[in-house]
């Protein structure tokens, strides 16, 4: 969601905020996203940024536009961006009051697109025009894909009900549609009706407030049950043949993997008959070598006898001797005789009862390989169950540690909130604080400077009227030698004129008096609001200490928070600890089982031979179920027609109720 984020504040010269507020927030696992954008008004640029970036794997499953305010130019851009989309589900685009151009667009979309199943239309305008809602009504008939289709409120009059009509008879994926609150009326009522003939995979028909007659109402809804009806027998059928076809093939290979054990014994057996068939041979051989050696010796012993007889009458008893000596040797030569045939009938009952032998273990064989399979399906469903047990509790645990990290994320973020809240108010404060305190400084130093000013002027008139005096006192000075003589006349004018001059001097002191009161009163009250100020920041200063206890506090309680967190999230690791615990032996204790079964293949494949009459048998059940099988798809296809049968007597049927009913009469009279 970050990239996505990222890259639309990237294509857009001046990005939304309130689109990027949304982008922000969590949109779940990667490919099951949901992009909420309703209520947003969407300008052209965003459409336009939105469209290039959703071409392709975006990371959403569900689109939320409704009541955006999308221009014709907008939704078309977001439209040709979905056209390659391969991971959208559901679009909803309502309250956008789409005309020519988006019903153009979304028939380009329904045409294109492979992957979106639900697309909500309520509150538009698309059956105002027909050019364009018979352009999305193409787009709907060559799409196969679309299982829900929402077109509420979207004025489509009975000419749009019979380009719907038109696209239904063309669709095999459409399950839901709903056109509540247009104006269909009865001619397109009649055209959906007779549409849904031919439609056998729509579910659900919502055709409320359309000025639809109620027995059009009622075929619907009986048209509808029946394509539910239809598609439950299918889906079933499909089952049976889904599981009819994998018994098949596993008896297939049950079979084969018996035949070629059953070879492999009977290679083995060929092998040792061979291997006794060569030692017999050899031992043959070696008696057919001492019967030559018998021969040799008696061929020398008649050489002799020839050679002897010319001393017969010299040997009679020689003779005798070598008489006896050839009839001991032929009762040896016979007697050999005799024990070989006896040794190669004693070897033949050996093989005869070996052979018995092999037959009665290959049918103890077969039947401790029954035992054992019945073992293995038994360990096969207690491996199955405990497998499912274990994914469970991973499940869990995945649930348990997300609810952990996202309880710690919200407390992380609220005290982070809080972090910021309180500094922003001690930084408000603090700055109000130093704003007074200025503005107090400044007022005091203007204050001061409006003091030291009338000061430095009062001064100066204390300068000059001590000049005036200097000035006077060197006037009376050089006039007093010369007018010694006018001394006495003038003294008492010049006492006169000295009191008055004194009273001036002591009029201007007076007032200089005052005016430093004045500002030595307006220097106290500046003082004093020197004082207050002072008084308001020590204040300040104390709500401030407050404010930093209360914020020491909060850390305080933060702290013990994560403390308690930190516990419980250690009892959840310990819990865990324990679930993996168990786990772990749980699955030790299943590579047990796992060796067991190891064990008792091993088993199986050194004891399992099967022979041919079982095969013969397995064959014939094969072909048993094949002819079941055979006569269910007759049966099937029976129902099919006599479905079929009686929709068309429905129809009929109907048609006869309209056109005998006083609707049809007065409809035939207009």
Known sequence: MEEFRRAYARLCAAPQEAVLRRLREPAGAPGRGRLDLAAQSLSLETCG?????????????????????????????LVHGLCSNTTVKSLDLKGNNLRTVGAEALGKLLRQNKSIRSLILEWNNLGVWEEGFSFFCQGLGANNFLQRLDLRNNQINHQGAGELA???????????????????????????????????????????????????????????????????????????????????????DEKTKQFLDLMDTIDKQREEIARSDRMSAARVSQLQEALDEQHSIM???????????????????????????????????????????????????????????????????????????????????????????????????????????????????????????????????????????????????????????????????????????????????????????????????????????????????????????????????????VAEAQAKANQLSLQADGLRRRLEELQQDLNSKEEEKVTEVNKVKVELQEKIGHLQAERTAQEGLREKIAALERQLKALSSNHREALLDKESEISTLLEKLRMKEADISRMREEEA?????????????LQGSPLGTHSSRK
């Open 166 to 252: 038109m696209a239904l008879k063309q669709n095999a994926s459409l399950q839901e549609l709903d056109l509540r609150w247009n104006n269909i009326g009865l001619l397109g009522g009649r055209a959906l009706l007779n549409c849904l003939h031919s439609n056998k995979t729509l579910k659900r028909l919502e055709l409320a407030g359309n000025n639809v007659p109620s027995d059009i109402l009622k075929a619907v809804e009986q048209a509808m049950d029946h394509n539910q009806d239809r598609q439950t027998i299918l889906s079933e059928t499909q089952n049976r043949t889904y599981i009819l076809s994998k018994e098949v093939l596993s008896l297939k």
């Open 299 to 529: 061929n020398s012993l008649k050489a002799k006898l020839q050679m002897t007889e010319a001393a017969l009458a010299l040997s009679e008893q020689k003779v005798h001797n070598l008489g006896e000596l050839l009839n001991a040797t032929k009762q040896q030569q016979t007697s050999m005789a005799e024990r070989h045939f006896t040794e190669l009938q004693q070897q033949k009952q050996e093989g005869a009862d070996r052979e018995s032998k092999l037959l009665r273990d290959l049918s103890a064989a077969s039947d401790k390989n029954l035992l054992l399979r019945n073992q293995v399906d038994e360990l096969e469903k207690k491996c199955k169950v405990q497998q499912d047990q274990l994914f469970q509790v991973k499940q869990d645990l995945t649930n348990t540690t997300a609810e952990l990290k996202l309880r710690a994320v919200q407390a992380e973020e609220r005290l982070e909130m809080e972090k910021r809240r309180f500094k922003q108010s001690l930084e408000d404060m603090e700055s109000l604080r130093l704003k007074e305190v200025d503005h107090v400084i400044q007022h005091i130093e203007v204050s001061e400077r409006s003091m030291q000013d009338r000061i430095q002027r009062l001064e100066a008139i204390r300068i000059a009227l001590e000049e005036e005096l200097s000035q006077v006192k060197a006037a009376a000075l050089t006039e007093r030698g010369q007018a010694e003589e006018e001394l006495i006349k003038v003294r008492n004018q010049a006492r006169l004129e000295e009191q008055q001059r004194l009273e001036h001097l002591e009029e201007k002191l007076r007032l200089m008096t005052e005016s430093r009161d004045e500002a030595q009163n307006c220097c106290l009250k500046q003082k004093q609001m």
């Open 645 to 657: 049968q009686r929709a068309s007597f429905l129809q009929n049927a109907i048609m006869a109720y």
């Open 49 to 77: 940024a939105l469209g290039r970036l959703l071409p392709g794997a975006a990371p959403f499953a569900e689109v939320a536009l409704g009541d955006c305010g999308l221009s014709e130019e907008g939704v078309k851009l």
